[in-house]
């Protein structure tokens, strides 16, 4: 069974940084494409960014490319998502996916 | 990019109608297309992947299909629970913009 779990969620002040962790079970990390989706307070879900299985090719949403940095390691079964110059258009829940699998979310709250 | 178009935004429909949302993308994906269902205050749920599977424990009165470019869902016999906004997404990539089904 696919189970993804994200931790690193939290209230972050506006310019802020914090990261996002994932770690992957239940099929071959390695050999899959990953990303990270948000969803903003009544709005749709948002591609963020996706990863290849070797982390050499990476895809951004233009609003966060510049700010936020997508990452895997393969030897921890892990994806990660650095993100910095956090603003509060960023609060939202961040889901880490596989495919169509995703974890429970973890929310972050950009505030002062 | 592949870029998903859903149609339509808003569906009235009413308790036992049988209702098809559709999904358009830019480019072939098929099979990598899923389907998920929410509510509001809740998180998005899977319903359909790879087009057509059904995940587990989910109704069997929700089915999916299409190839190419062209991907449907459908409720045959919508009950109450099933009033909600569905969305489709590419695999690790864009979503459709949702549609909401809601009560006549």
């Known amino acids: 069974e696919v189970q993804l779990v994200e931790s690193g969620g939290g209230l972050v002040q506006p310019g802020g940084s914090q990261r996002l962790s994932c770690e992957a079970s239940g099929f071959t990390f390695s050999r899959e494409w990953m990303s990270w989706v948000r969803q903003a307070p009544g709005k749709g879900p948002e591609l963020v960014a996706n990863i290849n299985q070797d982390g050499g090719e990476k895809n951004y949403v233009d609003s966060v490319r510049g700010r936020f940095t997508i990452s895997r390691d393969n030897a921890k079964n892990s994806l990660y998502l650095q993100m910095n110059s956090l603003r509060a258009e960023d609060t939202a829940v961040y889901y880490c996916a596989c495919g169509a699998f995703w974890g429970q979310g973890a929310l972050i709250t950009v505030s002062s | ?104």
């Open chain 2, 1 to 104: 990019d592949v870029r998903l178009t859903q149609s339509p935004s808003t569906l009235s429909a009413s308790v036992g109608d049988r209702v098809t949302i559709t999904c358009r993308a830019s480019q072939s994906i098929s099979p990598w297309l899923a389907w998920f269902q929410q509510k509001p205050g809740k998180a998005p749920e899977l319903l359909i992947y790879d087009t057509s599977k059904l995940k587990s424990g989910v109704p069997s009165r929700f089915s999916g299909s299409g190839s190419g470019a062209e991907f449907s869902l459908t409720i045959s016999g919508l009950q109450p629970d099933d009033f909600a906004t569905y969305y489709c997404q590419h695999y690790n990539s864009y979503f459709g913009g949702g549609t909401k089904v809601e009560i006549k």
